[in-house]
């Protein structure tokens, strides 16, 4: 089992932007589908955005289109999640996760990702 590091969390008022990041430990970024996905207490976790090794296929949650962008950087062993024009219901822990070898179809379902972060909090005020 493999931990991914995730940064870039923090506070922002609604309209602004932050950046996430996720690292997979120790390993070359290779093979793997990356997902980020979040959470609010109480609630489920949900689908946020995720991407194809190699970055050619993204796949969006309705409710992040046109604000959020999902890359990646091969050479940095990094996957990213840009996110603009935050609201108050951005607010959430936001997990970045990996499908290793993406075997289950696309996009992944949540079951299909081997690996998770540990979460990083994103908190948009009003």
């Known amino acids: 089992q493999v931990q991914l590091i995730e940064s870039g969390g923090g506070s922002v008022q609604a309209g602004g932007s932050l950046r996430l990041s996720c690292t997979i430990p120790?390993?070359?970024?290779?093979?793997?589908?990356m997902g980020w996905f979040r959470q609010v207490p109480g609630k489920e976790r949900e689908f946020v955005a995720c991407?194809?090794?190699?970055?050619?296929?993204?796949h969006y949650a309705d409710f992040v289109k046109g604000r959020f962008t999902i890359s990646e950087n091969n050479a940095e062993n990094t996957a990213y999640l840009q996110m603009t024009s935050l609201e108050p219901e951005d607010t959430a822990v936001y997990y970045c996760?990996?499908?290793?070898?993406?075997?289950?179809?696309?996009?992944?379902?949540?079951?299909?990702?081997?690996?998770w972060g540990q979460g990083t909090q994103v908190t948009v005020s009003s």
């Open positions: 991407i194809s090794w190699g970055g050619g296929t993204t």
């Open positions: 996760a990996a499908d290793v070898g993406n075997f289950g179809g696309w996009p992944p379902r949540q079951s299909d990702y081997d690996w």
């Open positions: 120790g390993r070359t970024f290779t093979g793997y589908a």
